[in-house]
């Protein structure tokens, strides 16, 4: 069987993906907070990869630590002044830290004092906490870290052979790779030959690019999935009929409690999608209001 029957598979069902874990009741990106996200009942946890100083990959979504953690107390002088519109503001870069110095810093208190002394983990200790979930991996921008010297998606690529990933097999969790940056993804499939689900990410900014069946059908050529900001949904929901006419799975983005838009909950937002838009997973911060299969 081809390693992407496999994940078809599984993936068969309407899904749930925990976003940064579950990110509405613990720090995003924290082994706790995958945790809480496959306890609540998530098929899969979504990861964010950053790369450190000496060349690990970290588990964050921002490129800079001060948002989520004690950086600015623990290393102040670490600090770069970085022009922002007409401001200077100052920030801590992920790739100006070694891993050994990353996890000095508590990455848990931002969120509140119940998690204090949280660490952020790498990609490797996330690979061997979380074997009873699949794996939701974003590639975070490839184009700064390689103006930098650095190829995160081969990075990655070493990662997942050495831990028998990158061919999906029974028993083995689950994993889907996915990027907003559409040449990392081409390359993503010559890399994996097809063998790795691969998922676009669209923003909704970039809406009138995928005007029709054909433009949203070529991502078929290199990848297994679409992943669209929800809104871009909403409005054109078209584009999940010519999505599944390419064989494209389709997985919208962030649905949360606290911004449920015109719904009356995130449950019911969900639904909406998955039952009326038809999608096949949704990454939300609260895997526990996804709505039961019998609701559907």
């Not at 082994?31 to 000496?54: C, I, M, P």
């Not at 050495?162 to 029974?170: E, I, K, T, V």
């Not at 409690?257 to 609260?286: C, K, Q, W």
Request: proline share 6%; net charge negative; glycine share 8%.
């Amino acid at each position: 069987m081809h390693p992407l029957d496999i994940a078809e598979q599984h993936l068969r069902r309407k899904a749930v993906i925990g976003h940064r874990g579950a990110s509405g009741y613990a720090p995003e990106h924290t082994l706790r907070s995958y945790d809480l996200a496959l306890d609540q009942g998530a098929d899969a946890v979504e990861q964010d990869l950053h790369v450190t100083r000496d060349g690990v990959l970290l588990c964050l979504h921002d490129r800079t630590l001060e948002r989520t953690t004690d950086v600015r107390a623990v290393f102040p002088e670490r600090g770069r002044d970085v022009i922002i519109g007409e401001q200077i503001t100052r920030q801590w870069f992920v790739h100006d830290f070694t891993v050994e110095e990353i996890k000095r810093l508590d990455a848990g208190s931002w969120f509140s004092a119940g998690f204090a002394g949280l660490r952020i983990p790498t990609f490797q200790e996330v690979i061997d906490a979380v074997g009873r979930g699949s794996l939701c991996v974003e590639l975070k921008d490839p184009e700064v870290y390689g103006s930098l010297g650095v190829d995160i998606l081969s990075l990655v690529a070493t990662t997942l052979r050495r831990n028998g990933l990158d061919r999906p097999r029974p028993g083995t969790p689950l994993l889907t790779l996915q990027c907003f940056h559409e040449p990392t993804v081409r390359r993503a499939a010559a890399t994996f030959d097809h063998c790795v689900p691969l998922v676009l990410l669209i923003e909704p900014a970039d809406a009138d690019r995928w005007q029709d069946r054909d433009s949203v059908g070529a991502v078929a050529d290199f990848a297994t999935g679409i992943g669209p900001g929800k809104a871009m949904l909403e409005a054109r929901p078209e584009i999940v009929r010519w999505a599944h006419q390419a064989g494209l799975r389709v997985t919208p983005w962030t649905f949360r409690a606290s911004a449920p838009g015109r719904f009356e909950s995130v449950r019911a937002e969900m639904a909406y999608h998955l039952s009326v838009l038809d999608v096949d997973a949704v990454i939300t911060d609260n895997p526990d209001q996804f709505p039961l299969a019998s609701s559907l």
